[in-house]
């Protein structure tokens, strides 16, 4: 692989490493509102939330190509800070990936969150538990599933991301040129034995990523099941642990 | 303990609670389903925010919304079991009873680490998680957890109901334990009326969201106007007694209650420990005079303070079932201080001229231990 292509390589792992945490930071919190709130605010929220499972992601990159410029509203109290405007840079890049796999990492966890229920978190209440010491004891590993689901889709799909980064990133190299831009220059400039390197690895790494996260999601939800339902039935009388083969 | 709480809910439910409970002892809740109990409990708790709610248990003051107190569940030191136990499913029983006993500060704790898992036998069962338990040894863990907290009162919201009737079996004897043991005061919610029988010193009686009734379980459970209490309880009393002894030569045990000595066949309960005895109403009948040569040995003197009528009007069977359709006077008496009740035939009722204040003899026929 020549050392052109190792840069983005390296420039994509950078993006999706930082943007990863960055995603769990924003999303928790989030997705944690969102799956105990009985507010009116819920699903005007969850709908932006989704937005970008929806949007072709040149729409999404060309609104905040204008917000964070220099002429809008975030470039200039960006540069107001004595700060050059986020386009056209690393920052840029994680912004944006931020926002477009925010879905990506919400869902997951506001499923997990839900999935615990009431009843764990109001037993940690009347054990003296006050509301972070709940989330951060009860919550959270209960919803480790969720975690690890979100981590690893979002991680995977920070890597694949092309339309948003181009528009708020431009191509440049060492700087915003990431694989999936780099696979498009290949292309446009006919050097496939490059752009099938660049792909295939990518292809190969989010099986692997998707694989790894239901693998361990099926063996969590065995593990989680009853013993009678999990091995032979014990006690087939019982109801639900005999099943047709 | 006191409190008051209006609460409305959708669909046209409404609690309207104002209430007292005893300091110490099991204060049973009782009421059909949909009559508040959980609503009532999880007020308590704090779990449920009763806007111009007031609580106050053992002098201290949990809410007063007039004043704008409101102590969050997590402050309110409760211990709380609920129908479902509720073991944390990412930690093993060990960790679970020590959720809430590490969160409990050392010189407020009152009961020690060994003692709740002696008390409910889990010694066992500590390593392991959860899900390889029965669903009685879930609860009984749900139980020693919220004990661990060290809590000033203890709620238990139907912590049988999602029991099978052998694991029910199993986990009475424990509560019955601890109800001896226990200085802090339980308030217990059931639809079941034979547990709180066994287990209750008090009663609240919910319907609709408001409270029909509150006294000692004698008092209310054989109080007239509100039979029956429980459409599925049979018509009877409970019975508090004392095992004075047995006797090996007739293979029977002498319990002495309020109003004289109950001879039962031959039962292991401890001479000397306190039981519940149960008396049906239709074991009990009246005679004017002392019975002379009769087989029946429980036989005590008695007045007559109530006569009252039970029958099929209501339409809610249980205790009407019984009484072929028709309505049954039911007399309730007074022996020594211990409430009884007979139910006798209208027939008796005129030729006995029976009426209240008439000193008359109770003949048992049948008495059930409740252990």
Known sequence: MSSGDLEPLWLTLRLAGVTTPLLLAVGTPLAWWLSRTASR???????????????????????????????????????????????FSFSGLVIGSVLYSLPFVVQPLQGAFESVGRLPLEVAATLRAGPLDRFATVAVPLARRGFLSAATIGFAHTLGEFGVVLMIGGNIPGRTRVVSIAIYDHVERLEYAQAHRLSLGMLLFSFAALWAVYALN???????????????????????????? | MRGRFHLARGGGFALDVDFTAPAT???????????GKTTLLRCVAGLERAPGGLLEVGGEVWQDEARGRFLPAHRRRVGYVFQEAGLFAHLSVRRNLEYG???????????????????????ALLPRGPAALSGGERQRVAVARALLASPRLL????????LDAAAREEILPYLERLHASLSIPVLYVSHAAAELLRLADHLLLLSAGRLRA???VAEVSTRLDLLPWAPEAELGVVVEARVAGHDDGFDLTYLDFAGGRLSLPRH?????????????????????ERPERTSVLNVFPARITEIGEIGDGSGTGGAAAGAGGGRQPLVKLDAGGATLLAQITRKSLVTLELRPGQPVYAVVKGVALLL
């Open chain 1, 41 to 87: 605010l819920r699903s005007p929220i969850e709908a932006m939330v989704a937005l970008p499972l929806v949007l072709p992601p040149t729409v999404l990159g060309f609104y905040l190509l204008l917000l964070l410029g220099p002429h809008g509203s975030v470039g200039a109290a960006w540069r107001a800070l004595g700060l050059d405007p986020p386009v």
């Open chain 1, 218 to 245: 099926r063996r969590d939800a065995l593990q989680a099941r009853p013993p009678w339902q999990a091995g032979p039935p014990r006690r087939p009388a019982s109801g639900g642990g005999a099943r047709e083969p």
């Open chain 2, 25 to 35: 002892g099991l204060t049973g809740v009782f009421g059909p389903s949909g009559s």
């Open chain 2, 101 to 123: 006993w590490r969160r409990t500060a050392a010189a407020e704790r009152r009961v020690r680490f060994d003692e709740a898992v002696d008390w409910l036998g889990l010694g």
């Open chain 2, 155 to 162: 709620l238990m919201d139907e912590p049988l109901a999602a």
């Open chain 2, 214 to 216: 509150a006294g000692s």
């Open chain 2, 268 to 288: 292991a309960a401890a001479p000397g420990s306190r039981q519940r005895v149960r008396v049906l109403a239709r074991d009990v009948s009246l005679a004017l």
